[in-house]
């Protein structure tokens, strides 16, 4: 006897193995917003490294424009300029492994947070959040070897901010851009 074309497909059913798609995504799920806090840091550091190349910039044009009532620029004078290049450079370096989500940044991202924790309140505060977010349980994960593998493997998952994150970010926003129009104004004004 045939089979009724009417009869629904059999199929035998098996459970996913372990360490399968849907596991990444919980995983990923998981530590979704631990990913986008530690992304924010790398901002944090290319931030600052943008403000180390507008210290170094002023340096120079400082030392570019020595009016003669003034010493001649010295070697001396050339070394904070230096250290300034060596900070914006590890700024952006760190930057750039934070919002990768590299390993290797939490030697270095440690290194920049922890003479951080002396700037007491905002800076023991904001360094010591960067800590956390390192070396806490979640952190641990997210720069450890194979969460890349599952972000690579999980690319539809998405984070979502809420309305309080969009208007915290608005916020900080709009006081970043008043900062820089005091600044501009500030320096037109000499």
């Given at each position: 006897?045939?089979a009724?074309?009417?009869?629904p497909?059999?199929?035998a059913?098996?459970?996913?193995?372990?360490g399968?798609?849907d596991?990444?995504?919980?995983?990923?799920?998981?530590?979704?917003?631990?990913?986008v806090?530690?992304?924010?840091?790398g901002l944090?550091?290319?931030l600052?490294?943008?403000?180390?190349?507008?210290?170094?910039v002023?340096?120079?044009?400082?030392?570019?424009?020595h009016?003669?009532?003034?010493?001649?620029p010295t070697?001396?004078?050339?070394?904070?300029?230096?250290?300034?290049?060596?900070?914006g450079?590890?700024a952006?370096?760190?930057?750039?492994?934070?919002r990768g989500?590299?390993?290797?940044?939490k030697?270095?991202g440690?290194?920049?947070?922890v003479?951080?924790?002396?700037?007491?309140?905002v800076?023991?505060?904001i360094?010591?959040?960067i800590?956390?977010?390192i070396?806490?349980?979640k952190g641990?994960?997210v720069?450890?070897?194979?969460y890349r593998?599952?972000i690579?493997?999980?690319?539809?998952?998405?984070?979502?901010r809420?309305?309080?994150?969009?208007?915290v970010?608005g916020?900080?926003?709009?006081?970043?851009?008043?900062?820089?129009?005091?600044?501009?104004?500030?320096?037109?004004?000499?």
């Amino acid at each position: 006897m045939s089979a009724s074309p009417y009869t629904p497909p059999q199929a035998a059913l098996v459970d996913a193995p372990p360490g399968s798609h849907d596991d990444a995504v919980a995983i990923r799920e998981a530590h979704l917003r631990h990913e986008v806090q530690l992304k924010s840091v790398g901002l944090l550091y290319y931030l600052g490294g943008i403000g180390m190349a507008a210290a170094i910039v002023a340096g120079v044009l400082g030392v570019i424009e020595h009016k003669p009532a003034q010493p001649a620029p010295t070697a001396a004078m050339l070394v904070p300029l230096l250290v300034y290049v060596a900070f914006g450079a590890g700024a952006f370096a760190v930057g750039y492994g934070f919002r990768g989500l590299r390993p290797w940044v939490k030697i270095p991202g440690t290194i920049f947070a922890v003479p951080g924790l002396i700037s007491f309140p905002v800076g023991t505060l904001i360094n010591g959040w960067i800590l956390y977010l390192i070396h806490g349980r979640k952190g641990r994960t997210v720069l450890g070897p194979d969460y890349r593998r599952i972000i690579a493997a999980t690319p539809q998952v998405k984070y979502r901010r809420g309305v309080g994150e969009w208007i915290v970010l608005g916020l900080l926003l709009a006081l970043l851009l008043g900062v820089l129009a005091l600044l501009v104004a500030t320096t037109l004004r000499r």
